[in-house]
């Protein structure tokens, strides 16, 4: 599974205290978790200042799953690799939009709607319960996961609703949040999960780092459907018989 994890790597070159916790930025961390945790991953990384933000159409090809960790920047990424990244999608390339990437220009995209939601940075406890116990990315997740100070994320979240709802989160304030997401867009899979604050040292968590190997597993797809989605194509009679 070939794995390239985005970010725009701000926040940790700007703020101490983030580089703290992720001296190696955030990609650094979630390209570690997900080599040690994904069989037979290749896990390269990418970022904002690279040209073309290090998503070239050759590393786009070559990536079967995009992790997308962004907060800042989102209007600093260019509608051409925005389009890129969607066409990738479109086609089958599976998707793991983590945090404050809600907000994201690929993520509004694949959404069609604002992504808003409410937040607040008030060391809340947050609980993410599994509503999904089959579903393969709450696979070996504690029940629930207690992030022991996190930022809050809260309802109303401005998506559609989503194909699969793996988890939602409550916070000591007392809001909830749909905090786990799977969405279907053409032949791509899209998983949306909010825990990851730069802050706090989320992506160290045993739980969190397990979602998130469970996330690249199925959003991955070896092989898509071979039905055509790039162009309408005019049809004669008996098109499908034909040998
Ligand atoms: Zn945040």
Request: hydrophobic share 40%.
């Amino acid at each position: 599974m070939r794995i390239t994890v985005w970010n725009e790597y701000v926040h940790e070159r700007h703020n101490p205290a983030v580089a703290e916790i992720y001296p190696d930025g955030i990609h650094g961390a979630v390209a570690g978790l997900l080599g040690e945790g994904v069989a037979n991953a290749q896990v390269q990384t990418a970022t904002l200042d690279a040209p073309e933000h290090g998503l070239t159409a050759d590393v786009l090809d070559n990536t079967d799953v995009l992790f997308w960790w962004a907060h800042l920047a989102h209007h600093k990424v260019t509608d051409e690799v925005v389009e890129r990244v969607h066409q990738r999608v479109m086609q089958g390339m599976g998707l793991v939009v983590m945090h404050s990437a809600h907000l994201s220009k690929i993520f509004c995209k694949l959404m069609g709607t604002t992504c808003n939601l409410r937040w607040r940075e008030a060391d809340d406890r947050e609980l993410v319960w599994t509503v999904n116990p089959g579903h393969p990315i709450a696979a070996g997740v504690a029940q629930p996961i207690e992030l022991a100070t996190h930022e809050m994320y809260g309802e109303y979240f401005d998506i559609p609703a989503p194909d699969e709802l793996v988890f939602i989160s409550s916070y000591s304030g007392g809001e909830v949040f749909r905090s786990g997401c799977c969405f279907f867009r053409g032949k791509g899979r899209v998983f949306y999960f909010s825990p990851g604050h730069e802050t706090y040292p989320v992506f160290a968590d045993a739980n969190i780092k397990q979602v998130l190997c469970n996330a690249a597993r199925w959003v991955y797809q070896p092989q898509t459907s071979s039905i055509v989605t790039d162009t309408s194509p005019e049809s004669p009679t008996g098109w499908f018989q034909a040998d």
